[in-house]
């Protein structure tokens, strides 16, 4: 089974903050991506890599950055955290033609 | 731009009450077409890929097919259980993947 690790569930930040969320995949995979949902807009990708130290820009990557350092960990940034930035965000890895999600990560900034 | 539409937004049923939801996508460059089930506060949980007109895949209630422009997922005597958010994406030969809005299903006892 893929696992797609994203290690804060639930997290509340001030206006400003600099955020980090974290994910970590188990199968190697070259292809990861950072989504974020919202209500009625569904999946808008933020951020996309295939492979160590590549990034590219999804459709809505202002305010955001990203970082690959190993293959198995894509971090998503929010240098510094706004309140149009409250949403759910899902990490993926894309294999054999799917893309499989993490459990998603509920960012509230107040 | 690549486009998917999924309707209707909601859908309640009683149990036992079979239904469909709809998918249509942009038809040029498609790759495959994927449904997912989303439980709320829940990452997608991946479901059924279709590659080409015809093609149809089953899971327990669930029974998904696709068409030239557009795809279906038939629920068959839903359950309570099946209560969730169905979302339908397609992948285009630049590997762009577009998901539509998604259908809140609500199964009622």
């Known amino acids: 089974d893929v696992k797609v690790t994203q290690s804060s569930r639930y997290l509340v930040k001030r206006t400003g903050e600099k955020v980090f969320l974290e994910c970590v995949q188990d199968m190697d995979h070259e292809n990861m991506f950072w989504y974020r949902q919202d209500p009625g807009l569904g999946l808008r990708l933020i951020y996309f890599s295939y492979d160590v130290k590549m990034k590219e820009k999804g459709d809505i990557p202002e305010g955001y950055s990203v970082s690959r350092e190993k293959k198995e960990r894509f971090s998503l940034i929010l240098e510094s955290a706004s309140t149009n930035q409250t949403s759910m965000y899902l990490c993926a890895t894309h294999f054999l033609n799917t893309i499989y999600f993490g459990e998603g990560s509920w960012l509230t900034v107040v | 731009e690549d486009q998917v539409t999924q309707s209707p937004e909601a859908l309640r049923l009683q149990e036992g009450e079979s239904s469909s939801l709809n998918c249509s996508y942009t038809?040029?460059?498609?790759?495959?077409l994927f449904w997912y089930r989303q439980d709320p506060g829940k990452g997608p949980e991946f479901l059924f890929t279709?590659?080409?007109a015809g093609e149809e895949k089953e899971k327990e209630r669930l029974k998904a097919t696709l068409t030239k422009k557009e795809s279906f997922l038939h629920i068959t005597a839903p359950k309570p259980e099946d209560s969730a958010t169905y979302l339908c994406a397609a992948m285009y030969n630049n590997n762009d993947m577009r998901f539509g809005a998604g259908t809140r299903l609500t199964v009622k006892p």
């Open positions: 038809v040029s460059g498609l790759r495959g």
């Open positions: 279709l590659y080409s």
